[in-house]
């Protein structure tokens, strides 16, 4: 274990803000990725209830 | 082994079978990225000069490894669609391609921020650097095909168009990665390169492995789950969607 | 026959606006492909010349007809575009559409076309000055070149006044007793034109 | 029939002289102006000239190439090509004359930067040299990008995204070349590599360009 205490581990030698933000991005980028598929199912049920009211219509 | 390649024409089939392999790697992305990112941050000792910070590597290395890959990836299913004329290559393609351009803002930004203690600046002219910003507007440019040629030539086209330019840009990219380093070498003093790193103990690479497993199967998940919808928005309007999802599309 | 398509489907990714269709085209047949707007006429011609990967299904030329260099001499097209360089005198326009078949005339035969469709006196001004009707007469004058055996137009008898009507009619009779064949759209009925009806629906 | 789009576009060429003048005018514009921006007991102009004069070229070629085949699609000529002879050959055709369209002005406008950039005269040739390979591969890649962008509104924007990238090689060779000779140092090798890069585009890019032009359904 390289690490002493809980405050080491946040402070990571001092560099603590340089590696912090990476994984913070890293996870942003994650959610994103995961996040986004659910936008095209958005689309997907828009342009299905955008036909629906079309045929409605007629 | 010729039904096993039509198997993949049907488009019905990937559907359905990829609901399970995208769960699989969905479930082995999670363990492997667990277990090299817990490994590297917590547990793997401190470099050798007592540095914390190349703990970013854990991130770093998979990243720009993935970076390349997928858009060669995208190139070999650009080939396939091409010349055997998969339905389901350009939408896989498609899928995997925001899952690369988030690998190379990765890569640069944690390049940036190991740079910083490193050399002292965010940003150097290094060679790696500059071609993996340029690697960024290859999938910018790709991107942009995919979501503006449709308009212009029809969706068919346009997964054609996007394979051929990517094949011409996966034929660059060694071009200009050469092209890079040449010019890095007139142009760069020699102190502030990226050099080899000492060699590692088995203690920290091991993680490593284990976290460029994992962005491996990160990418088939997220590629698998994206392609399953994506597939299903352009083909809407066909029989099968309504079999296999009546929910969605039968319920009035 | 000239050409036979099998069981057309016209679709734009997600639209598809029709399928099934088929139908065959024989020496000196004249057809006319009628339709309201918008069901895709034009897409259908220029799916046959090959332009509109949007016309799946089956086209099938006559055997002689099949090679490149063949079809560029047999087959010709005009649409509604004028493929004319509007920089380039009539008399090098009339040249090149010619070129573009691998036809070359002399220049009595050139002056000739160029009488026969009211263009006299016009060889060497730019083709930028010439109107809608004068412009469609030189793509048009193509029709005379001996080696076709298939015109496709598309609504040809736009922008030509009732005179040139006439003579395009004539041409076209005249092309249909020398064994060739032609498919055409037209919003006007021309008086004159016996011919099959093909409908698109 | 070769013939035919031979001498089309060759006719083409010299009636058009605003064609040939624009990007030109355009290139000699920003390379006057650069000067104003510089300290110059600062920097030196000899070193400058010749990177100002290849960004210059980049720019200025790209400007307008999204109309390389858009007139020909417009009055459907490309549609007549494409039922005879098919579109490669018209393609090189396209390519060889729209690139004397700009290496000739680009024949006039080098000894004009090398005198306003105070650089030797005795760097010329091997300068225009360098110059005709760039402008070579610069036009091959942003006429494939011009294919792709054919019929799409504001083309110029993802003309820049696609072209520029791919185009880095090109301009850090031909930059090496110009500053290897600059520095009296030996210049064949970044001149070999920029060749040899603009053959390998022009024998596959022709392609490209071709089978994307095919794609079009307008």
């Given at each position: ?5 809980l405050?080491?581990?946040?402070s990571?030698?001092?560099h603590?803000?340089?590696v ?13 990725n995961?996040?986004?598929p ?7 049920k828009?342009r299905l209830?955008?036909?629906q009211?079309?045929q409605?219509?007629? | 082994?010729w ?20 769960r ?5 992305a ?6 090299g ?16 910070n190349?703990?970013i590597?854990?991130?770093?290395v ?10 060669l ?5 650009g ?6 004329k ?5 939408i ?5 391609l ?9 890569a640069l930004?944690?390049g940036a ?7 002292g ?5 290094d060679a790696?650097l500059?071609?993996t ?5 290859l ?8 979501s503006l ?6 969706r ?7 394979a ?19 010019w890095n070498t007139l142009?760069?003093p020699?102190s502030?390169?990226?050099t080899q790193?000492?060699?590692m ?10 976290s460029?497993i994992g962005?491996?199967c990160?990418?088939v998940?997220l ?7 994506l ?16 929910k ?5 | 026959m000239?050409?036979?398509a ?9 639209w ?6 088929s139908?065959?085209i024989a020496?000196a ?8 707007n918008g069901?895709?006429?034009?897409s ?8 509109n990967?949007?016309l799946?299904g ?8 099949q ?14 575009k ?7 005198s009539v008399?090098?326009?009339l ?8 036809q070359?005339?002399s220049?009595?035969?050139?002056a000739?076309?160029?009488?026969d469709i009211?263009?006299?006196g ?17 793509v048009l ?18 922008a030509l006044d009732?005179?040139?009507?006439e ?12 064994g060739g ?6 919003h006007?009925e ?11 629906d | 029939?070769?013939?035919a ?22 290139l ?8 104003m921006?510089?300290?110059l007991?600062q920097?030196?102009?000899p070193?400058?000239?010749?990177p100002?004069?290849l960004n210059?070229?980049?720019l200025?070629?790209?400007?307008g190439?999204?109309q390389?085949f ?8 490309l549609?007549?090509v ?10 090189l055709?396209?390519l ?11 024949v006039?406008?080098?000894p ?16 225009l ?10 036009v091959v890649?942003?006429a ?6 054919l ?5 110029g924007?993802?003309?820049a995204?696609?072209?520029?990238p ?11 070349t110009g ?6 140092e030996?210049?064949?090798g ?8 603009t ?8 392609w490209a360009?071709s089978?994307?032009?095919e794609?079009a359904?307008?």
């Amino acid at each position: 274990m390289p690490f002493d205490s809980l405050a080491e581990f946040w402070s990571m030698g001092g560099h603590g803000f340089y590696v912090w933000t990476v994984v913070l991005f890293f996870a942003l980028l994650l959610v994103l990725n995961l996040v986004s598929p659910s936008f095209i199912t958005r689309r997907i049920k828009a342009r299905l209830k955008r036909q629906q009211q079309l045929q409605q219509r007629r | 082994m010729w039904q096993w390649f039509h198997k993949w024409g049907s488009a019905k089939w990937f559907y359905q079978a990829s609901a399970a392999w995208s769960r699989v790697f969905g479930y082995f992305a999670l363990l492997f990225l667990t277990l090299g990112l817990v490994w590297g941050f917590v547990f793997a000792p401190a470099d050798y000069q007592m540095n914390h910070n190349y703990r970013i590597m854990y991130l770093h290395v998979p990243s720009a490894m993935l970076a390349q890959i997928t858009y060669l990836l995208i190139a070999i299913l650009g080939l396939v669609n091409l010349v055997w004329k998969i339905k389901i290559t350009p939408i896989l393609a498609r899928a995997v391609l925001p899952f690369g351009a988030s690998c190379v803002l990765l890569a640069l930004l944690s390049g940036a921020f190991w740079g910083r203690p490193t050399w002292g600046t965010y940003w150097i002219w290094d060679a790696r650097l500059t071609s993996t910003l340029f690697l960024f507007f290859l999938y910018m440019g790709l991107w942009a095909c995919y979501s503006l040629l449709p308009a212009s030539m029809g969706r068919n086209s346009a997964y054609k168009a996007a394979a051929i330019v990517a094949i011409v840009g996966s034929v660059n990219i060694p071009i200009i990665k050469f092209s890079v380093e040449w010019w890095n070498t007139l142009h760069q003093p020699a102190s502030i390169r990226l050099t080899q790193r000492p060699a590692m103990p088995a203690s920290m690479y091991l993680p490593l492995f284990a976290s460029i497993i994992g962005f491996y199967c990160l990418m088939v998940y997220l590629m698998l789950k994206r392609a399953r919808l994506l597939l299903l928005e352009d083909e809407l309007h066909k029989a099968w969607v309504k079999e296999v999802e009546p929910k969605l599309v039968g319920g009035s | 026959m000239i050409l036979q398509a099998v069981n057309l489907a016209l679709r734009f990714d997600d639209w598809q606006l029709w399928r099934g269709l088929s139908f065959t085209i024989a020496q000196a047949e004249l057809v006319h492909l009628r339709a309201a707007n918008g069901r895709g006429k034009t897409s259908l011609l220029r799916g046959l010349m090959g332009l509109n990967h949007w016309l799946e299904g089956d086209v099938r030329w006559a055997v002689d007809m099949q090679a490149e260099e063949d079809f560029a001499a047999k087959v010709l097209f005009v649409g509604h575009k004028t493929p004319l360089a509007s920089e380039l005198s009539v008399l090098e326009n009339l040249q090149l559409l010619q070129g573009l078949r691998g036809q070359v005339s002399s220049q009595q035969q050139l002056a000739a076309t160029l009488q026969d469709i009211g263009l006299q006196g016009f060889a060497d001004m730019p083709a930028k000055w010439l109107s809608a009707g004068q412009s469609r007469r030189l793509v048009l004058s193509q029709c005379d070149l001996p080696s076709l055996r298939f015109w496709c137009f598309d609504e040809p008898f736009v922008a030509l006044d009732k005179m040139y009507v006439e003579w395009l009619v004539a041409k076209i009779q005249a092309f249909q007793l020398s064994g060739g064949a032609v498919l055409f759209t037209s919003h006007q009925e021309i008086p004159g034109l016996a011919a099959r009806e093909l409908y698109l629906d | 029939m070769i013939n035919a789009m031979l001498r089309r576009e060759w006719l083409l060429l010299w009636r058009r002289p605003q064609d040939m003048l624009q990007p030109i005018t355009l290139l000699l514009l920003l390379i006057l102006v650069f000067p104003m921006a510089l300290d110059l007991t600062q920097f030196s102009l000899p070193s400058l000239g010749w990177p100002v004069l290849l960004n210059a070229v980049l720019l200025s070629l790209l400007l307008g190439m999204e109309q390389l085949f858009a007139e020909d699609q417009r009055t459907g000529y490309l549609d007549q090509v494409r039922m005879s002879y098919g579109l490669y050959a018209y393609v090189l055709i396209k390519l060889v004359c729209h690139w004397l369209r700009v290496w000739l002005p680009l024949v006039v406008v080098l000894p004009l930067v090398i005198f306003f950039y105070q650089m030797p005269l005795s760097a010329l040739p091997v300068l225009l040299l360098a110059l005709s390979l760039a402008s070579a591969a610069v036009v091959v890649f942003a006429a494939f990008a011009a294919a792709l962008t054919l019929g799409l509104a504001r083309a110029g924007m993802l003309m820049a995204l696609l072209v520029l990238p791919l185009l880095v090689p090109v301009l850090v060779f031909a930059a090496a070349t110009g500053q290897a000779v600059l520095m009296v140092e030996p210049w064949q090798g970044a001149i070999l590599w920029l060749a040899a890069i603009t053959c390998l585009a022009w024998s596959l890019l022709p392609w490209a360009i071709s089978s994307v032009l095919e794609l079009a359904n307008h």
